[in-house]
């Protein structure tokens, strides 16, 4: 297999509305038809090797088979996108200032949980100090947990403060409430007004001569002085949550029943927000009444990520950073993916949004920024170690990934289709991570691209895909290619229309993209995809010299005989073997390229030769197809060196496994059809040397032997 080579670049500005295009960076010296010269001559990536690429790096929704088998995109997009019920919004009713009810706290007292949580430590903490300042990422129950911990504390009722309240006129509105206990929920600070331990001591000293508690709940970055202590709230375990609301709502004979559930067991494999529990509860509720059916219940969870991926984007700066959104963006692309990876790119993406927001304004990213725990709880994901396949084999790595993995899909179709305005930012970068030297990269914004045609194919089309397929730059249009096959893989559709269409081309760049897709796919419906090549091999024909496509047409056969369908393909390839001399070649020279690669698993045995003992074994068709086609690579002209070259790497192959020394006796002498193929065949083997110019293999005079025999 061959590594693709070094990353050329892209321009990062694209205008609004229109496509990215291929940028030239080769040196200010060179003049643009030299360096689209050079370009032009930059050999593309191998059909295998992109191949091999999109099976290691797709996201887990889109491992590739070659066919459409309509996985989580389809059904992500079916269940949100249908009628919408909000019963939840904040995290409780919305008020300025004023007292919060009792009947209100009592209400929260019923189902609060403090299972798996510090409350415990924090109501002592409170009872100490007076002041308690919690923090947390939104929708984790910190106003709750703040109006729990005044409550268990004495101090009510409680005085609710206006969260437009600065750290420097906080005293003041704790001054103008009577009530014993206090609660500022979302305490907004900056860097010109963080909240100091000046403010602290002087709300404490009040507070104790009144005898008053005050909570206030915050970001997971709030601006503090180094001397303010903050305690950080998390919320209880989904499980625990949901059990004590459905004990509570249905009584626990009703809840443990519920609980079983199979849609309430996947529920529970997810992390959920306390009020997302509290709109599961309230849908469990109708099960239980008979006005929903049990299906209904996975449709829910799937509002409910839809209504998280929208606030995240709809929030405003102060609550979420661009910066951390570009992040979020980036995560779905890379879900699974290295952390450190990940991060760099999301940097390089809220650069485009910048430049797309402000292009006067110079591109910076902060050098040090969030935490990682604290920008994946953020993001709701969660990091692991894991190994990850690279070029130089397996790597140990930190990775993150969404707890649900129906986020990736959810959030970039939000970011597609509702925020229009971030198209070509997010058209520009994705423009330079398909050049980007690392095989994960491309393929992951290959298959973002994917994802995106899905939502809306039109637009991916005219922004990414077109552009790419037809730049002079080979890993753009290799790109194209990966970004088509990975959006026919998540359900996108007309894909293979356009494959067709693209094939059928007189354009040249456009027919590179289609053959190529047609090798990826073509196991799906190996007849037309078959008949697609021929038809476009016999337009490349030319008996003085090779048609320009010819070798992509060669490397798509080439990976339809390595599919899970290669028993077909052989079939059809051989029926028009002998129908006209360009598709002689194609089936030839795809065959010869398909006899080079090995197992996986086994180095030593080729995958053809895999294939042909298991069609021995079974009698299948392969068993008189493959000896046919090296029969007749083996008696024509054009293809015999090559041939007998593939052939001397077999029987090498065979001097180090015994799988493969048997399959290749067995098959040998189906190839020696006549005197000129055995004197070939036989010369082969007498004077076939090691590699490097080595002794001569053993396994020859086993294969000559076996070859006598016949």
């Known amino acids: 297999m061959t590594t693709p080579g070094p990353a050329d670049h892209t321009d990062s500005k694209a205008e609004p509305g229109k496509p990215a295009e291929p940028a030239d960076q080769d040196g200010p010296d060179q003049s643009s038809e030299e360096k689209g010269t050079q370009r032009e001559e930059a050999p593309p990536q191998r059909a295998w090797d992109t191949l091999r690429d999109i099976t290691r790096h797709a996201p887990a929704s889109a491992r590739f088979t070659g066919r459409n088998s309509g996985v989580v995109a389809g059904e992500i997009n079916g ?17 300025t200032s004023g007292e919060v009810p009792a009947d ?55 005085h609710a403060i206006d969260r437009e309240t600065t750290p420097g006129t906080l005293l003041e509105q704790i001054q103008k409430g009577g009530a014993p206990g206090h609660v500022l929920c979302d305490l907004v600070t900056s860097r010109e007004e963080p909240l100091r331990e000046t403010h602290l001591l002087s709300l404490h000293d009040h507070l104790l001569k009144h005898d ?168 709701r994901a969660r990091p692991y170690p894991a190994q990850e396949m690279t070029e130089w084999g397996p790597v140990e790595q930190l990775k993150a990934e969404f707890l649900d993995s129906r986020t990736a899909f959810v959030l970039l179709r939000e970011v597609w289709t509702g925020h229009p305005s971030a198209r070509p930012a997010l058209v520009a970068w994705l423009g330079k991570l398909i050049v980007d030297g690392r095989p994960f990269v491309r393929t992951r914004a290959a298959a973002t691209v994917g994802a995106l045609a899905f939502t809306d194919l039109p637009s991916a089309m005219a922004l990414v895909i077109e552009p790419w ?117 194609i089936s030839v020279a795809g065959f010869l390229r398909a006899c080079g690669h090995m197992a996986e698993e086994t180095p030593d045995l ?55 020394s048997w399959a290749l006796a067995d098959l040998l002498p189906k190839l020696a059809d006549d005197t000129t193929a055995r004197q070939r065949i036989e010369h082969l083997l007498r004077t076939v040397r090691g590699d490097d110019g080595g002794p001569r293999p053993a396994a020859a005079d086993d294969l000559l032997t076996a070859l006598h025999r016949a």
Do not use: C
């Open 79 to 95: 269940n949100v996108t249908k009628t919408e019920y909000h019963y939840y919004g904040s995290s409780g009713p919305t008020r």
């Open 104 to 158: 209100e706290l009592d209400r929260l007292a019923l189902t609060f949980v403090t299972e798996d949580t510090p409350f415990e430590e924090l109501v002592e903490r409170l009872r100490k100090e007076r002041v308690l300042v919690l923090t947390g990422v939104p929708f984790t129950g910190r106003r709750t947990a703040a109006l729990m911990l005044l409550r268990r504390a004495g101090a009510t009722p409680v």
């Open 212 to 379: 008053g508690h005050l909570v206030i709940t915050t970001g997971l970055r709030p601006w503090t002085e180094e001397d303010v202590r903050t305690w950080s709230w998390t919320a209880p375990k989904t499980e625990v949550l949901l059990r004590s609301h459905l004990e509570r709502a249905v009584g626990e004979p009703t809840a443990h029943r519920l609980l079983e559930l199979s849609e309430t067991r996947t529920f529970l494999t997810r992390a959920h927000q306390p009020r997302e529990v509290v709109a599961y509860v309230h849908q469990l509720r109708r099960f239980v009444q008979g006005e929903i059916q049990e299906d209904a219940l996975g449709e829910k969870t799937a509002e409910l990520l839809d209504e998280q991926v929208r606030e995240w984007f709809e929030a405003d700066e102060d609550t979420l950073h661009p910066r951390e959104k570009a992040f979020l963006i980036a995560l779905a692309a890379f879900d699974a993916g290295p952390y450190a990876l990940t991060a760099e790119l999301s940097d390089l993406l809220f650069q485009e949004l910048q430049a797309t927001a402000d292009s006067g304004r110079p591109k910076a990213v902060p050098v040090f920024g969030t935490h990682i725990g604290n920008r994946l709880r953020t993001a």
């Open 469 to 585: 397929a037809l730049s002079r730059n080979p890993q753009q249009r290799v790109g194209a290619v990966s970004a088509l096959a990975l959006a026919h893989r998540v359900g996108a559709p007309n894909i293979l229309r356009i494959t067709d269409s693209w094939t059928a081309s007189d354009d040249t760049k456009r027919s590179w993209v289609g053959i190529r897709v047609q090798g990826l796919l073509g196991a799906e419906r190996p007849r037309e995809a078959l008949a697609a090549l021929r038809v476009q091999a016999r337009k490349q024909y030319d008996p003085d010299k090779p048609g320009p496509l010819e070798n992509e047409i060669a490397e798509s056969v080439e990976l339809l005989l390595l599919s899970e369908e290669s028993e077909d393909v052989l079939s059809e390839v051989l029926r028009t073997l002998d129908d006209h001399r360009s598709v002689f070649q």
């Open 606 to 660: 080729p995958l053809v030769l895999l294939t042909y003992r298991q069609a021995r074994l079974d009698g299948t068709p392969a068993a008189h197809g493959i000896p046919r086609l090296w029969r007749s690579a083996l008696g024509d002209p054009a293809f015999t060196t090559e041939a007998l070259d593939v052939l001397r790497g077999w029987i090498l192959a065979s001097d180090r496994d015994d799988a493969t």
